[in-house]
């Protein structure tokens, strides 16, 4: 089992050598250095994706809070409120009747 420091040196090594990676291919393709300029950003992107630890990972595992995602993907909590179908929707406000149920042995025309 790995510590916490160990991990925490290979995920720098392996970052390191895909930022360089990165940048590298970004200068052979001519792209502008602006493009880098909200480091920042750039960033908090990259560590929105990390696991965080949360009370809640012991009883229903890991799990994103809705900051990770709106800095990862830079949009608002509303676009992600707005992309969460929640669960009174996934059923369908009309059930089909058991006869609708049947199979049908009306030839399909793909």
Do not use: C
């Amino acid at each position: 089992m790995n510590t916490l420091v160990e991990q925490e040196r290979k995920l720098m090594d392996l970052l390191t050598r895909r930022v360089h990676q990165t940048f590298a291919a970004a200068r052979a393709a001519g792209v502008p250095a602006e493009v880098f300029d909200d480091v920042e950003s750039i960033a908090r992107s990259m560590t929105a994706a990390l696991p965080t630890n949360h009370a809640d990972d012991q009883l229903i595992g890991p799990f994103y809070d809705t900051n990770g995602p709106t800095q990862w993907w830079g949009v608002s909590r509303k676009a992600i409120d707005k992309a969460v179908v929640p669960p009174s929707h996934l059923q369908t406000s009309q059930q089909a009747s058991p006869a609708e149920k049947k199979q049908s042995n009306k030839p399909v025309t793909v």
